[in-house]
């Protein structure tokens, strides 16, 4: 397939390895993408990533630049998909979580803008929500109109990134910078697992039930890179559905009882609210664990 009109030539993809990375490395070369693909190690599993690879460490500001900026052995880039990251809370200690993602997020921005790409695409996180939602969201379904509420290290990092996309903007007025707060990533083997949620509602409360499928979060890459709004802006990116069974208005009334619910719920309407991704990206997610499990 010929790339959009808006979509740019070559992009580089950090985290290249991880669930997401494959996938949006695997959409966009089927798109007709020129993809450089990067990652802190090469990997031997089968399923990891073909093609132009580029091993790099990206807390090393000088190999960021290279990367995105070219060497003798490889073109530099048009834009970057940047979801390389401690991808989780709890994996390490908090310093080094914090050492790392900070540390690897300003170097891709930086050598953005050092070798004048105009176009980078984030992973955020849902958690800057305020997940676990040990505190009750505001209401529900949430959305990007609240103030970000990080309550964990990594969460803070990700809510200092989208601080950090605005003020790179604000230096570069033609920098478009999208930051992508994806749900709990899931590929098709994923699946078999949610039919158990359903015997305790609470299991999943810590981001109200939601989640998103890789080839879904690959399709939302796709839709940020034909964005093209200069400044800095976030979407919540999550499935059209939750991964239970009952209501989503049951959950929430058992669950949330006293948080309001602003609209009228489908029956499994996702409660990470997707409208604005819809809106302004063209995103619509394609898939779903129900077509997957009997």
Known sequence: MTPSTSRPRRVAVTGARGKLGRA???HL?????????????????????????????????????ELLGGSDEHEP??????????????MTTNAATYANNSAVTYNV?????????????????????????DTPPPYAPVDEEYPPRPESTYSLNKALEEEMARHFCRWQPELVAVGLRFSNVMDVEDYAQFPSFDADPHLRRWNLWGYIDARDGAQAVERALEHDVSGADVFVIANADTVMSRSSASLMAEVYPDVPVTKVLGEHETLLGIDKARRVLGFEPRHSWRDHVG
Do not use: C, K, N
Request: net charge negative; no cysteine.
């Open 77 to 90: 880039v048009d834009a970057v998909v940047h979801l390389a990251a401690v991808p989780a809370p709890g």
């Open 29 to 65: 070369r089927d798109l007709g993408v020129d993809v450089l693909a990067s990652d802190r190690t090469a990997g031997t599993d089968p399923r990891e990533v073909d093609g132009e690879f580029l091993v790099a460490d990206l807390t090393d500001y000088g190999q960021v630049v």
């Open 24 to 26: 949006v490395v695997a």
């Open 109 to 133: 921005f930086a050598a953005a803008r050092a070798v004048g790409i105009g176009r980078i695409v984030w992973a955020s996180s849902e958690t800057v929500l305020g997940l676990p939602f």
